[in-house]
Structures are given as structure tokens and as C-alpha cells.
């Protein structure tokens, strides 16, 4: 079992940055892929990036507004936390954003394949 809790949300103007985390339990934190989803008002969730157990292989959504550009996802396993650096924020990044995980095999970009969601945390972009 794992539980994940996410924090670093909050409101900023376009443009801006923030950095979410995502703490994990439990002792096998590196065996797991780690992923980033986000869910807008009234939009489905959709996935903004993934990583690895070893931090070795990254993916990023090849949409929803060039996040890869702008978003960095990363991960300290001695520290049991995966990151999300966000950088030139625009409003339409405005969602809600969960940390998810699952027992990693094949890194997926499908947020069926993850067994794991944190409660989730908002953020909000100001024109």
C-alpha cells in the first residue's frame, strides 16, 4: 500500500513558477513509477508527465500546451518525494493536480494503469 500526499499548489500570475511534491510511505518508494496528472473544471483527468523508478526514463503529454517546455518532472528517492518544477505558468494550467503511482513495469502514460492517487492539490493561473 502506498500513500501519496502532494503539496506546493497555490495561486500565481501567468508566467510564474511553482514546484509541487508529492511524499510517498513506505519503504519501496524507488520500485514505483511515479506520475503527474491534472484535471481542469469540468475536464477529464490527463496525464503531464511520469518517471521512472530509477528517475531514468521520463514522459511528458505530447499536448495539452507544450507542458515538456515548461514542466519538469523529478524525483529523490532517498527522500521518498517526486516533483513537478513549473515554469512560465498560463492560465489554462489552472486544475487540480494529483501525484499517482503504481509498481513500476513498463512506464504509462494511462491513468488506469496507476493504483496509487494523492488527494490532490490546486493550482490556479491568473491572466
Known amino acids: 500500500q502506498v500513500q501519496l500526499v502532494e503539496s506546493g499548489g497555490g495561486s500565481v500570475q501567468a508566467g510564474g513558477s511553482l514546484r509541487l511534491s508529492c511524499v510517498a510511505s513506505?519503504?519501496?518508494?524507488?520500485?514505483?513509477?511515479l506520475a503527474w496528472f491534472r484535471q481542469a473544471p469540468g475536464k477529464e483527468r490527463e496525464f503531464v508527465a511520469a518517471?521512472?523508478?530509477?528517475?531514468?526514463?521520463?514522459?511528458?503529454?505530447d499536448y495539452a500546451g507544450s507542458v515538456k517546455a515548461r514542466f519538469t518532472i523529478s524525483r529523490d528517492n532517498a527522500k521518498n518525494t517526486v516533483y513537478l518544477q513549473m515554469n512560465s505558468l498560463k492560465p489554462e494550467d489552472t486544475a487540480v493536480y494529483y501525484c499517482?503511482?503504481?509498481?513500476?513495469?513498463?512506464?504509462?502514460?494511462?491513468?488506469?494503469?496507476?493504483?496509487?492517487w494523492g488527494q490532490g492539490t490546486q493550482v490556479t493561473v491568473s491572466s
Open positions: 513506505g519503504r519501496t518508494f524507488r520500485n514505483y513509477d
Open positions: 518517471i521512472s523508478g530509477s528517475g531514468g526514463i521520463i514522459y511528458y503529454t
Open positions: 499517482a503511482a503504481r509498481w513500476g513495469t513498463a512506464l504509462t502514460a494511462k491513468k488506469d494503469d496507476y493504483n496509487y
